[in-house]
C-alpha cells in the first residue's frame, strides 16, 4: 500500500509569553495535537476563524515555524528535526503561496527574476534552461512573456498573485500550501485564479493544504474539509459530508453563515454567542464549550477527542464533539 504523502501526528506549535502584571509563564497554543493524513493528489481544505491557527500549521508543516512536539512525516520520512541545511532539498518538493502577493513579492526585482530566484537555490540548471523554464510557467498560469519584464507594482493583484504561483510551482513541487491565495483579490478575479489553481492541480497531480475562511471556495476546490478552532480540528470528513450532514456544532453554525445569492430565500442561521476564547487561557473541557449552544457540565470538564463517527447517509466523519457518542464506528 503507498504511503500517504504527508502525515501530521500529534503535532503542537506553542509560543511562550510572559503575563505582564503577575509575571506568570504561559504560552499560546496557536497548533495543539493536530492529527491529518493527506494522499498523494488530494486537495484538504483547512478552515475555521481568523486566528484559529490555520495560517501556522501550514508554515509549522513546511518547518518554517518550529516544531513544539508532534511529528511531520513526508514520504513516510520524519522531517521534524530537520534543520535548514537538511531541508533546502525538500523545498523543491514543498512549497507555499501566500495570502498577499504583494507582500510576498520582491518589489526591487523583476517577474522574470522573482519566479528565476527558487531555480538558483537549486543550482540544477543552466542560465539558458532557466529562462526557459521561466517562460514555459509563465504561459502555463496565464502570463505571456511581456510580464517578465514588469515590477510587481506595475501589475494588478490577480496578475501578481499569478507570479507567485508560477514561482511555487517552478520547481515541481508535490504539496502546496494554499494560504488564502484569493481571500485578497478583487471578487470578479477569485473564480479566475480559482480555476487555474484547480488545472494546475489536476495537470501535474498536485496536492493542495488550501487554508481558508471562505467556506464556498472550499467547498468548490476541496475534496475533503477539517474544520479547526483554537488550534484543534473539531471535525474532518469528505466535503459532500461535511456539507450535506455537519455533526459539530461549530461547524454548523460556520455553514449557516455561508451568504445565500437569493435574497428572498430563507435560511436558518445559528448565532454564537461570545467571543472566541483567548489561546492563552482556553475553557478546560471542550474548547468549543463557552459559545456552544449544547454545552453541557461534561463539556466544561472533559475534552473531547477526535473520533470517527457515522453517519445517517452511510458516510463517515471525525468529530470532536460528545453529541456524536452512540454513532462511533
Known amino acids: 500500500m503507498t504511503a500517504p504523502l504527508l502525515e501530521i501526528k500529534n503535532l503542537k506549535k506553542y509560543y511562550p509569553v510572559k503575563k505582564t502584571r503577575s509575571g506568570e509563564k504561559t504560552v499560546v497554543k496557536a497548533v495543539d495535537d493536530i492529527n491529518l493524513t493527506v494522499n498523494q493528489g488530494e486537495i484538504i481544505g483547512l478552515v475555521g476563524e481568523s486566528g484559529c491557527g490555520k495560517s501556522t500549521l501550514g508554515k509549522t508543516i513546511l518547518k518554517l515555524h518550529s516544531v513544539t512536539d508532534g511529528q511531520i512525516l513526508f514520504h513516510g520520512e520524519d522531517i521534524t528535526s530537520y534543520n535548514e541545511n537538511q531541508m533546502r532539498p525538500l523545498r523543491e518538493k514543498m512549497q507555499i503561496i501566500f495570502q498577499d502577493p504583494y507582500a510576498s513579492l520582491n518589489p526591487k526585482k523583476r517577474v522574470a527574476q522573482a519566479v528565476m530566484a527558487p531555480l538558483n537555490v537549486s543550482g540544477k540548471y543552466s542560465q539558458k534552461e532557466k529562462e526557459e523554464k521561466v517562460e514555459a510557467i509563465m504561459q502555463e498560469v496565464g502570463l505571456g512573456e ?124 445559528i448565532i454564537l454567542q461570545g467571543e472566541v476564547p483567548s489561546p492563552m487561557d482556553p475553557p478546560k473541557g471542550c474548547l468549543f464549550c463557552t459559545r456552544c449552544p449544547h454545552a453541557s457540565d461534561r463539556c466544561r470538564r472533559e475534552a473531547p477527542e477526535l473520533k470517527t463517527v457515522e453517519c445517517a447517509g452511510g458516510g463517515t466523519h471525525q468529530a470532536a464533539c460528545f453529541l456524536c457518542e452512540g454513532r462511533e464506528e
Open 146 to 269: 511581456k510580464f517578465l519584464d514588469k515590477y510587481p507594482h506595475e501589475m494588478s493583484g490577480g496578475q501578481r498573485q499569478r507570479v507567485v504561483i508560477a514561482r511555487a510551482l517552478i520547481n515541481d513541487p508535490e504539496l502546496v500550501i494554499c494560504d488564502e491565495p484569493v481571500s485578497a483579490l478583487d471578487v470578479s478575479v477569485r473564480s479566475q485564479v480559482l480555476n487555474l489553481l484547480k488545472d494546475l492541480q489536476k495537470d501535474r497531480n498536485l496536492t493542495y493544504l488550501f487554508i481558508s475562511h471562505d467556506l464556498s471556495v472550499v467547498e468548490y476546490l476541496c475534496d475533503k474539509v477539517a474544520v479547526m478552532y483554537l488550534g484543534r480540528i473539531m471535525e474532518l470528513a469528505d466535503k459532500r459530508e461535511l456539507y450535506e450532514n455537519p455533526l459539530h456544532p461549530y461547524t454548523q453554525a460556520l455553514l449557516s453563515a455561508i451568504p445565500v445569492p437569493d435574497i428572498h430565500a430563507k435560511k436558518e442561521e
